[in-house]
């Protein structure tokens, strides 16, 4: 299995352009998260999906992120519009819910910075 | 509400020497626990989980962590640290949510230094 495949890997935008972060999860699992990871505040679980269906999404900082999982296989998220407090690594991790395993699986991340 | 405390932000050993990172933990109900390791420029690694049974647990890399409920503690170790284990250890707690998985709870990460 190739794993958890983001896109891109880097990104570097201006403040006030708008951000699309891409994850396909592992094939088969049915719950998908999103995290952001800084040196100040650590790791972040912004939203989670628990099969398409958005369960979480208190961790959203605010209305300019948004997030969508329009099939199994795939999700965005979506920052709009961008500022310099974005920059930071973002994480898209899958998990097969409901068995007794419950582990996640990260991808590499998106590092993005936002001048 | 469920949390998890790494009280270490770094652990510092010799190769070598045996080595363990602390974490732990707060939750209402059955604790369900993770390690996972992070190098440099890189995503989260599992490496191990306690679900139940058996509280030694083993994992990748010949690390194993022991569950202690009386001390809700969940501390990584491992026998004979090598160079290579250097990195940042998270521990975390998956909060559930009528009985289904939700969201993994972390810490705020140990950094690992094994010195040669």
Redesign the interface.
Known sequence: DAGVIQSPRHEVTEMGQEVTLRCKPISGHNSLFWYRQTMMRGLELLIYFNNNVPIDDSGMPEDRFSAKMPNASFSTLKIQPSEPRDSAVYFCASSLAGQLTYEQYFGPGTRLTVT | AQSVAQPEDQVNVAEGNPLTVKCTYSVSGNP?L?W?VQYPN?????LL?Y??GDNLVKGSYGFEAEFNKSQTSFHLKKPSALVSDSALY?CAV?AL?GG???????G??TKLSVKP
């Open positions: 369900y993770f996972y890189r995503g989260l690694q599992f989980k679900i139940t998270f998956s949510y289904s998985q939700g969201n993994l709870i972390f705020k990460g």
